[in-house]
């Protein structure tokens, strides 16, 4: 492969883990998950919110993708040692709301099976669902704002721009 056309796919992954980073501290908000649900979650194969995730594997995920977000925005190494606690603690966090909401959508799916439509257990779950969703937002802004202290106003502009041009959660590869 010429050296022109690796340095934008290494570009497109760069991007595309800080992006992944986001949704990783987002994944116990599940909003979406749920929905859009149907069959096999948020991408129709199930990876956002398609299995439970190991503990372990959650951590390396967020330390490979931390990796590359501190290449991006150039992270001195007291950053680093700030920022670390701050994202593990609050994937941490995420991680049991994210096995609420999946289990939630079990049952959402099963209400919506059912030969009748029971709409008060439907609402219930509904507001049940806002209810996680605002405890994982909450969350998960506390850490953005922590980690967002932590950086100098042009990493942040830094890491906003990179989050700009990825464009979401599809970037220019995808749908968005």
Known sequence: MSETRREPRRRFFRRAAI????????????????????????????????????????????????????????ATEEQKRKIDPIVKGAAKDLIPLRQQIRAARKQAMELFTKETIDRAAIEKLREEQIQLAAQASKRFTQALTDV?????????????????????????????
């Open 19 to 74: 992006a992944t980073l986001i949704a990783g501290l987002a994944g116990g908000i599940g909003v979406k998950a749920f929905a859009h649900g149907g069959p096999g979650g948020w991408h129709r194969g199930g990876g956002y919110m398609g299995g439970p995730i190991d503990p372990a594997q959650m951590e390396a995920r967020v330390d490979r993708m931390l990796k590359h977000m501190y290449i991006d925005i150039d």
């Open 148 to 176: 967002a202290e932590v950086l100098t106003p042009e990493q942040r502009k830094q890491l906003a721009e990179r989050m700009g041009r990825f464009g979401g959660w599809h970037g220019r590869h995808g749908r968005g």
